[in-house]
Structures are given as structure tokens and as C-alpha cells.
């Protein structure tokens, strides 16, 4: 059993994006600019290396340095969980003995990418990658996008692991967290990983928001989650049809591009991208600047709800 006390993970935990330089080089001053930004405007935790952040497209050693850069920039201030998106379980094991190494504070842990694992063979991966970290680990459940699902039960089942604090649940089925608040109470912490599903989750109990439009709009985010902390649920609502237009913007294969236009044109980041993605162009982009350009516009003043 573990010696010391496990976090309880609760609040707005934005999935930072990777920066590059435009040759696709790791822009480790524009990250630090970033994360930096992002505390200073509330957030409760950083993670890393996610889809978001493009980790498909980054080697073991990159995905560590990012780590490592956001937890300089943190330097306490708020827990970096690093994402372990490995292809094999071997793999996953050497890069949470690195990240262990910088000290990150927790994990970000996927059942199974690539290959599509059953129940039997998701748990098991889980199970091992966090008994060998021994850092508090949070689970990210996403079978519309991974085609991997841990049920409630799944999750009974590994309630005996100490090790998994928290779950990231991206079912796109809102009628999950209720069945696992059921099923579970609270021995997890959870948080609800669909952006346009933010209100609704919080609605129902979860902690907290791993957020993706958080990278470019962190203190509209915290808004959020403090309006319905405190059940001030017309004024939340008001703030979120607003931010919805924006949200759905996460809820696409092309999320990455997506949210690096609104950072771009926000003025917290840029468009590079590495290769095979690229920026978006034409009637496509054309129709996502809209859309951030009309959340500019009509952008609320947060002052009204404090």
C-alpha cells in the first residue's frame, strides 16, 4: 500500500497542446509561455501528451521533455499528469519509469490504442502500468474515439488497485457517469473529457473538466466550473451557450487543428502542426475562424458572475 496520502483531483485540467516551430521542432519557450498562461488564469492541473497534444506524432523522448517542461513551469503550483499512450504495455512501463525521473505528479493512462483490446485485456494493461509507476493514476476511458470501453463494472472490478484515482470519461454517453456514480459512489474521482458536454457533466456530480478549449480559454473555463460548484446553474448556463459553438470544435477528428487556430487567434499560440496533419485551408478553416471570431465578438465579461 501506498505510504502517502492520494490526491483528490478536482477542477478544470486543460489537455495542453504540444508546440512546435514550423519545422516541426519541439518550441519549448512557446510552451513555457503557455503553461504558464494557463495558471496564472486558474487552472487546477496540467496534463500532457494527449490527443490533443498530438502524442501519436511525438517520440518517448519528446513526450517526456514536454512533461518535464510543465513541471518546471508548475514548479508545484498545480499536479502535471503525464498521458501514457503507449502501443505496448512494455513500451508504457519505460516511459513511466522516465516520467517517475522528472517527477511528474500523476498519469493519464489509456486502456489500449491502436489495438483494440477486450475487457479482459484493457484491465490488465491498466492494472500493470500503474502498479509500476505507483503514481496516482487517472483513466481515460474513450471508445468513440479508441473503440476500447471500460464499463462500470470494468471499473468495480479495479477498484482494488490503489493506484487509479480518477477517470476521464469520453463515452459521449452523459447516462455513464450517473451509472458509474452508482456503481461507485465516490471511489474515483471523475471528470468529464467531451468539451460540449461540460455543463451536463457538472450537472451530475463530476469533479472536474479535462478541457480541451481550456488551452485558449482558461479563465471562461474556470467560470464555468466555479458557476456550477456553487449551483448557480442559469447564470452557468448562460455562459456556456455561449462557449458551445467554440466547444464543438474539440469534438472532431481534426480537434488538434481546430484548437490551434482558436489559440492562434486568441494570441497564446500557433497553427504548426506536424506532418501528417496539416493547418486547415479553405472553406474549412474559413468556417472555424468564424466561429472563433464570433466567440471573440461576444465574449463575456467574466466580472458580471463575480
Known amino acids: 500500500m501506498s505510504s502517502r496520502p492520494l490526491p483528490q483531483w478536482r477542477g ?68 502535471v499528469l503525464a498521458n501514457v499512450s503507449e502501443t505496448s504495455t512494455r513500451e508504457a512501463l519505460r516511459y513511466v519509469d522516465g516520467a517517475n525521473k522528472i517527477g511528474v505528479q500523476g ?100 469533479d472536474g473538466l479535462l478541457a480541451g478549449l481550456c488551452t485558449s480559454f482558461p479563465a471562461e473555463t474556470v467560470a464555468l466550473y466555479r458557476l456550477m460548484q456553487a449551483k448557480r446553474y442559469d447564470e452557468a448556463l448562460k455562459l456556456y451557450q455561449w462557449f458551445t459553438p467554440l466547444l464543438h470544435l474539440d469534438v472532431s477528428t481534426k480537434l488538434v487543428q481546430n484548437l490551434k487556430l482558436v489559440e492562434a487567434m486568441v494570441g497564446v499560440g500557433n497553427e504548426h502542426v506536424r506532418r501528417p496533419r496539416l493547418p486547415l485551408v479553405g472553406a474549412e478553416r474559413e468556417r472555424v475562424q468564424a466561429i472563433i471570431q464570433k466567440g471573440l465578438d461576444t465574449r463575456p465579461d467574466l466580472r458580471q458572475f463575480f
Not at 159 to 171: G, M, N, Q, R, Y
Not at 177 to 205: H, K, P
Request: charged residues 20%; negative net charge; proline residues 4%.
Open 12 to 79: 478544470i485540467f486543460p489537455a495542453v497542446t504540444t508546440k512546435f516551430d514550423a519545422d516541426e521542432n519541439l518550441d519549448v519557450p512557446a510552451m513555457e509561455r503557455h503553461f504558464e498562461f494557463l495558471i496564472a488564469n486558474g487552472v487546477d492541473g496540467l496534463v500532457t501528451g494527449g490527443s490533443l497534444g498530438e502524442a501519436s506524432t511525438l517520440t518517448l523522448e519528446e513526450k517526456l521533455q514536454v512533461a518535464e517542461i510543465a513541471v518546471k513551469v508548475s514548479a508545484g503550483r498545480v499536479p
Open 107 to 206: 498519469l493519464m493512462l489509456m486502456p489500449a490504442v491502436i489495438y483494440v483490446a477486450d475487457a479482459r485485456e484493457a484491465m490488465a494493461n491498466v492494472r500493470t502500468i500503474a502498479n509500476a509507476a505507483q503514481l496516482p493514476t487517472m483513466v481515460y476511458n474513450n471508445p468513440v474515439a479508441y473503440r476500447v470501453d471500460l464499463t462500470p463494472d470494468n471499473f468495480v472490478e479495479l477498484a482494488d488497485c490503489e493506484w487509479l484515482v480518477a477517470i476521464k470519461e469520453s463515452t459521449d454517453n452523459i447516462r455513464r457517469l450517473t451509472d458509474l456514480r452508482n456503481a461507485l459512489g465516490t471511489r474515483y474521482q471523475l471528470f468529464i473529457g467531451v468539451d460540449d458536454l461540460s455543463f451536463e457533466g457538472l450537472a451530475l456530480g463530476c
